[in-house]
T-cell receptor
């Protein structure tokens, strides 16, 4: 079956540091890949997505590239802010009606 | 404003007392889904619905029921809650474009449930 593995957190960074969150997946077909973000006390919202191999999703300074050869979709941001403190979820959609999520990575950015 | 709403946001109940968590979306989406979020496990799908009167089990359906009588509403029913259903619950919806697996899901704000 499909599965998503994320690096374990929590991750604590200083402002302006570089952030990487690793994500690898297992899928039987050709999935779409997503990063969702959950700010404290809120629901999940889409951060970025990529729908085919070598696509790069980007939003709010975050980027992730769909790497089929390594089955990965790592999230990166070059200079984090305190407002980036959140829980980040990697997810894939292969079957038409389901999102499979990773366990989530908690990121705390300190001023 | 396009949104998914859930009620209540917080709920404390006792074992065996039936409860319903409501979910409503105003985006005319066909597809709706319920997830539970538990530490270290991410989000797991409970039930989903592809359209009115069409529902199916997700990964963890035991102890839950759903119904889809109207397109905008998708309530989650716990007929006899147990402590292992203490969790954070999210409703989500998305449209059905030409490539459903590429569609973004829109999530409600969550319902935190404590079963004593």
């Amino acid at each position: 079956g499909n599965s998503v593995t994320q690096m374990e957190g929590p991750v604590t960074l200083s402002e302006e540091a570089f952030l990487t969150i690793n994500c690898t997946y297992t899928a039987t077909g050709y999935p779409s890949l997503f990063w969702y973000v959950q700010y404290p006390g809120e629901g999940l919202q889409l951060l970025l997505k990529a729908t085919k191999a070598d696509d790069k999703g980007s939003n709010k300074g975050f980027e992730a590239t769909y790497r089929k050869e390594t089955t990965s979709f790592h999230l990166e941001k070059g200079s984090v802010q305190v407002s980036d403190s959140a829980v980040y979820f990697c997810a894939l959609s292969d079957h038409d009606y389901k999102l499979s999520f990773g366990a989530g990575t908690t990121v705390t950015v300190r001023a | 404003e396009a949104q998914v709403t859930q009620n209540p946001r917080y709920l404390i109940t006792v074992t065996g007392k039936k409860l319903t968590v409501t979910c409503s979306q105003n985006m005319n989406h066909e597809y709706m889904s319920w997830y539970r979020q538990d530490p270290g496990l991410g989000l797991r799908q409970i039930y989903y619905s592809m359209n009115v009167e069409v529902t199916d089990k997700g990964d963890v359906p035991e102890g839950y029921k759903v119904s889809r009588k109207e397109k905008r509403n998708f309530p989650l029913i716990l007929e006899s809650p147990s402590p292992n259903q203490t969790s954070l619950y999210f409703c989500a919806s998305r449209g059905t474009g030409a490539q459903p697996k590429q569609e973004t899901q829109y999530f409600g704000p969550g319902t935190r449930l404590l079963v004593l």
